[in-house]
């Protein structure tokens, strides 16, 4: 069943939607919740090993093997900490998740046409997997974006739509382009949240069965801070875990809105205006899901912090250090661990997973500049 977040009115899961009537998002509720550790390992050695709780059958299954990526502990200046190196996806970024499931939907729906916005990691992943499902995919992209972003999605073969203005007017084009093909959008599928919440069962299938007590994750709309939530509720409405691990949400400080929502104890995301920053993938001043983004920090007890430009640099060249090649969106999360181990109560048994989501090779001309 699907649900809208703001008025609740229901939908049966047959009928291919992106957005309620009344204009806001849906999300998923899991039919059934079990999830049996034997049947786990016994799975494909994909994030499709939790098959009983994701929303698509097996028969429309559309999969590169995504999932199932290391969590590395590394000790830094005395402290362990687990990196989950998610980058290591088929396309390189961790929207694979999301996307795999996602796309299967649309196949099960009979969607032969989609349409997408995004110039980065969501656009190259849904162009990917659509190649490997035969669906006609259209990725609209802002008319100023850099060649070398685009040449990854050229490559997967989607139709590729360069509208002029703002990243806003790319939206709008996209969703104008929806009255004639499905809007298969990453920010609005309540299914590509499905696929990311699978990252909460892998956590916790990796350290042997047990939840971390935090995880860091960078948030622009929300895909993961989201995923987690659910992923972990899940778990723990199943009678596996006793409580939800903190969710640590990082923005850039040049583009912050849930930051400023959360720490003004507010209820709803209001857009902020962006200042340029590296952290590209988490530059959204107006997250579509904001409600729901806030909702989940609060509950697992978690947080939002904000790291500035120079941290970022300095992030990026700590991790490399350590044979960790990140785009500057996933380095943040390891200047934010760097920050917050001076005021948490992290006690050196604690376990704290920093979730690094894309690859160094998406953004080599940019970090070409910063040596
Ligand atoms: C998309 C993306 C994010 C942020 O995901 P949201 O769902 O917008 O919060 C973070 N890092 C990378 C590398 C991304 O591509
Ligand atoms: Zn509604």
Redesign the pocket.
């Known amino acids: 069943m699907l649900q809208c977040y703001d008025c609740g009115k229901t939908y049966p899961e047959e009928k291919a939607l992106w957005q309620c009537d009344c204009g806001s998002y849906l999300l998923y509720t899991t039919p059934e919740l079990k999830l049996n550790k034997e049947k786990i390992q016994k799975g494909p050695f994909s994030l499709w090993r939790y098959q009983e709780v994701l929303p698509v059958s097996e028969e429309y299954r559309v999969t590169m093997g995504e999932g199932l990526t290391p969590l590395l502990p590394v000790t830094y200046e005395g402290r362990e900490v687990f990196l989950k190196l998610d ?1 290591l996806q088929p396309t390189g ?3 694979d998740r ?1 996307t795999s499931v996602l796309i299967s939907k649309l196949k099960e729906w009979g969607v032969n046409r989609v349409a997408e916005d995004s110039s ?3 656009g190259a992943s849904m162009a990917a997997y659509c190649a490997r499902a035969g669906i006609e995919c259209e990725i609209f992209v802002p008319a100023y974006t850099s060649a070398g972003k685009l040449v990854q999605i050229q490559y997967y073969g989607a139709d590729m739509v360069k509208v002029p203005g703002t990243r806003e007017d790319t939206t709008l084009a996209a969703i104008r382009r929806a009255e004639e093909v499905f809007y298969a959008s ?2 609005w599928s309540p299914y ?1 949240i499905e696929g ?1 919440k699978t990252l909460a069962f892998e956590c916790w299938e990796q350290l042997e069965w047990q939840a971390p007590d935090a995880v860091i ?10 995923g987690l939530y659910k992923g972990f509720t899940e778990l723990k409405e199943m009678g596996y875990i006793n409580r939800l691990p903190r969710i640590i949400a990082v923005q850039a400080a040049n583009c912050s809105p849930v930051y400023r929502a959360f720490h003004q104890g507010l209820d709803v995301v209001p857009a902020v205006k962006k200042q340029p920053t590296l ?1 590209e ?2 530059a ?1 001043a107006a ?1 579509v899901k904001g409600a729901y983004i806030l909702e989940a920090i609060r509950e697992s007890d978690g947080t939002v912090v904000i790291v500035q430009e120079e941290e970022i640099k300095r992030a990026l060249l700590e991790l490399g250090r350590l044979g960790v090649f ?2 500057p ?2 380095a943040t999360v390891w200047a934010a661990w760097r920050a917050l181990r001076q005021q948490e109560e992290w006690t050196a048994g604690q376990k704290i997973i920093l979730e690094l ?2 690859s160094g090779l ?1 953004a080599t001309d940019k970090l070409q500049e910063l040596t």
């Not at 948030?219 to 993961?224: K, Q, R, T, W």
Request: positive net charge; charged residues 10%; proline residues 6%.
């Open positions: 980058f970024s961790y929207k999301g980065g990691n969501a990453h920010n590509f990311t994750v960078p948030a622009g709309n929300g895909s993961l801070v989201l952290a993938g988490i959204s997250p990140v785009e969106t996933s989501t894309g998406k």
